[in-house]
Nanobody
Framework: QVQLVESGGGLVQPGGSLRLSCAAS????????MGWYRQAPGKEREFVAS???????SYADSVKGRFTISKDNGLNMVYLQMNSLKPADTAVYYC?????????WGQGTQVTVSS
């Protein structure tokens, strides 16, 4: 069973930065993909950014140029660097991983962008 644990959320002012971390209980090489999703109050969960296999990255249009996904294979960690944060980025952020058996989700970490 793959376990994913997020950390790094918090309260930040508009224009500020945060870095989210996701610790995986398995070697992340064993996963087909890893990424980040978010869910704002009253909205559906949406894609933010992901790695797919050989380092290919994908971003939602709303975060391109502001967010960067990265990973540390040796530590089995995936990160989301978030810059130039906006109130619209306020949400619970979830780490996601997948393999041939299914999808796995962390418990989420709250990010609040407010002055």
């Amino acid at each position: 069973q793959v376990q994913l644990v997020e950390s790094g959320g918090g309260l930040v002012q508009p224009g500020g930065s945060l870095r989210l971390s996701c610790a995986a209980s398995v070697n992340i090489f064993s996963l087909n993909a890893m990424g980040w999703y978010r869910q704002a109050p009253g909205k559906e969960r949406e894609f933010v950014a992901s790695f797919v296999r050989v380092g290919y990255t994908s971003y939602a249009d709303s975060v391109k140029g502001r967010f960067t996904i990265s990973k540390d294979n040796g530590l089995n960690m995936v990160y989301l660097q978030m810059n130039s944060l906006k109130p619209a980025d306020t949400a619970v952020y979830y780490c996601q991983g997948s393999d041939r058996l299914g999808d796995y989700w962390g418990q989420g970490t709250q990010v609040t962008v407010s002055s």
